[in-house]
């Protein structure tokens, strides 16, 4: 039995022989991780939001005063950039893209219309949708933290123009209402794929989930040697 493991294998995957089957998906290092973005992404929309428009200035109340939610936003980004970007280290190469994903996409939307899933490419530990809210994500992270720094004039005042500026508003603006979009998909996909929430909770999916789900991933773990009582 081969040892070595395919590239989108985590450290701690493992299929556990009990009754019923688990195998264990996410270490508490990525839950907490993963949890510190979500917290952070929230209270940046909140703050976001509360500057965006007045109609939005209510959620400022969340920070005590739109002083302290001007002054906590970017810090908050800059906490939401090392946080993300565990995530990105710890998965990216799980998220490059395989053979089958093309043909999972190009099947999916019958799926989505009540089309049975069994019609659609084994995949691996990630599906395709999954790679696409990665990457878009770890783009659009960049792009909110460049178009940030250009407008924290505390700090960076003097590297920018005040046209420049303009156009950062502009991009910060438009790149944070397609990041509520994209989190809005993945919640979405999160909810509809039942038995998923518990791998970023719990730490683990039953082994139905993973056959139904991510098969190749399952069969890596099991002819990979990855099994434990
Ligand atoms: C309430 C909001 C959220 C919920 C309920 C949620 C839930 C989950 C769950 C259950 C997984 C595991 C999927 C699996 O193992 O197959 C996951 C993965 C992930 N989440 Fe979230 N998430 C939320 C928000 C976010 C946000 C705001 C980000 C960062 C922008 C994020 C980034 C990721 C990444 C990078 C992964 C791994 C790759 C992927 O599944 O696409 N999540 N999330």
Redesign the pocket.
Known sequence: MTTTSPYDVQPGDRVHRRDPVVVD??SSF?RVN??T??I???LLWASGFALFHPSLYFLAGLFGSGENAREWHPWLGLV?FV??YG??FR?WR??LFAGEDSRWLAGLPKVMAGGDEERLPEVG???A??????WI??I??IIMLVTGLAMWDQYFYDYTTIEQKRIMVLIHSVVAVL?VC??IV??S???W?RG??????RGY?TGGWAWK??RKWLRELVTGGRVGP
Request: proline share 0%; hydrophobic share 60%; glycine share 4%.
């Open positions: 998906r996410h990525v993963h949890w973005t979500v952070t992404m929230l939401l946080a993300f995530l990105f998965f799980a998220c530990r990630f599906n949708g999954q790679k696409m809210f990665f994500m770890a659009m992270v990041v994209g989190v993945h919640v996909m999160v909810i794929e998923t929430l518990q791998a970023m909770t999916v789900h991510h």
